[in-house]
C-alpha cells in the first residue's frame, strides 16, 4: 500500500477498516426460522434476540450511533409483533419478508437522507477521532451504506417480483445471495482501496510541495 511520505500528512496514520459488527443479522435469523412455525413467535424471537443484543452491545461500551440496524430492527419486530398479534390471520403474514427488506432498505436510505449513514458510527469505533470529520472518512462510508442499501433494495424487489409471478423457490434464495453478498464484498475491499487513491493523491501532492519549496527552486 502506498504511504504518504510528509510526515504532515493527515493521512499518515489513517487506517480504513471495514465496518464490523458482529451478530447485525442473528435476530432475522432467528425470525426467520420461528416463523415457519408461527409468524407470532417469529417475531418475538427476532424482538428477544435484537434486545439481547443490543444490551451486550451497551455493556460493552457501544454507542447508539453505532447500533442504528439493530435499533431499527427491534423496531421492525415491535411493529411486527404487534400486528401479528392483534390481527393473526393478516395478509402481512404472506409478505413479511419483502417487508422486512424493505424496512432495512428504508434503514439505509433514511440514514444517508439525513447524513448520517448507519456504518459511520461503526466505523468510528476503528479510527481515531481525529479522523471522524474528514470528507474522505465520511465518503467511505456513505458509500458502503449505499451499498447496503441497493442490496436490501434489490432483494426486497426481486422477492416481491418472484411472489407476484410465482417464481420458483431458488429464485428468492440466488436474491439473498447476490443482495447480502454483494454488499459484503463491497465492504471488504472498498476501504483499502479508497485509503489508497486517497495516499496517492496525498504523496503527489507532497512531493510537488517539496519540489516547490526545494532551495534554489523558481517559478
Not at 426467520?32 to 413467535?41: A, E, M
Not at 434486545?51 to 411486527?80: H, K, P
Not at 448507519?118 to 451499498?147: C, D
Not at 423457490?169 to 447476490?178: E, F, M
Amino acid at each position: 500500500m502506498i504511504r504518504p511520505l510528509c510526515p504532515l500528512c493527515p493521512l499518515r496514520r489513517l487506517r480504513l477498516r471495514r465496518p464490523r459488527r458482529r451478530g447485525g443479522f442473528v435476530p432475522w435469523i432467528v425470525a426467520g426460522v420461528v416463523s415457519s412455525f408461527d409468524w407470532r413467535w417469529g417475531a418475538l424471537g427476532g424482538l428477544v434476540s435484537g434486545l439481547l443484543l443490543l444490551l451486550q452491545d451497551r455493556r460493552r461500551g457501544v454507542e447508539l450511533d453505532a447500533l442504528v440496524l439493530e435499533i431499527s430492527t427491534i423496531a421492525y419486530f415491535v411493529v411486527v409483533g404487534a400486528v401479528s398479534v392483534v390481527d393473526p390471520g393478516s395478509a402481512l403474514a404472506d409478505h413479511t419478508d419483502v417487508i422486512s427488506f424493505a424496512w432495512l432498505a428504508v434503514t439505509a436510505w433514511g440514514t444517508l437522507a439525513i447524513r448520517r449513514p448507519f456504518t459511520l458510527g461503526i466505523a468510528k469505533r476503528q479510527t481515531p477521532r481525529e479522523y471522524w470529520e474528514m470528507p474522505e472518512f465520511v465518503q467511505v462510508n456513505n458509500r458502503i451504506t449505499s451499498a447496503w442499501g441497493a442490496g436490501f433494495t434489490f432483494i426486497g424487489v426481486s422477492l416481491a417480483v418472484a411472489g407476484a409471478v410465482d417464481a420458483p423457490g431458488w429464485v428468492g434464495i440466488a436474491a439473498h445471495v447476490a443482495g447480502l453478498l454483494g454488499p459484503a464484498v463491497f465492504t471488504k475491499v472498498h476501504p483499502g482501496r479508497a485509503q489508497a487513491r486517497m495516499q496517492a493523491t496525498w504523496l503527489s501532492s507532497c512531493l510537488a510541495a517539496s519540489r516547490h519549496l526545494r532551495p534554489g527552486h523558481t517559478t
